[in-house]
């Protein structure tokens, strides 16, 4: 499966930003479909994910929890990234990824599949 995303730019703090990841290739249903971030000298680290399916079951970091929310539109094949009342340590490049598993994970190492990633940038 392919992975496009799309939807980051420049934002102030406080301020909201939608991002999108567009599957191709594969029935995007069939995929657990997760978020992650790098910001510059640090490692890759988890944000959301959500599970496969209808998306019942989704996971958060503790950093993001309350103000992110994961979702998935499976009739258009597209996982989204809401992210709300946004801080300057969220800046980042963002990756959407895809997991051939029904559960959700935190693991960067279980996704199979990656797209590019978008620059988030929040400004104080």
């Known amino acids: 499966v392919q992975l496009v995303e799309s939807g980051g730019g420049l934002v102030q703090a406080g301020g909201s930003l939608r991002l999108s990841c567009a599957a191709s290739g594969r029935a995007f249903s069939n995929y657990v479909s997760g978020w992650f971030r790098q910001a510059p000298g640090k490692e890759r680290e988890f944000v959301a994910a959500?599970?496969?399916?209808?998306?019942?079951?989704?996971s958060y970091a503790d950093s993001v929890k309350g103000r992110f929310t994961i979702s998935r539109d499976n009739a258009k094949n597209t996982g989204y990234l809401e992210m709300n009342s946004l801080k300057p340590e969220d800046t980042a490049v963002y990756y959407c990824?895809?997991?051939?598993?029904?559960?959700?994970?935190?693991?960067?190492?279980?996704?199979?599949?990656w797209g590019q990633g978008t620059q988030v940038t929040v400004s104080s």
């Open positions: 990824a895809a997991r051939n598993h029904f559960r959700p994970s935190s693991d960067r190492h279980d996704y199979n599949y």
């Open positions: 959500i599970s496969w399916g209808s998306g019942s079951n989704t």
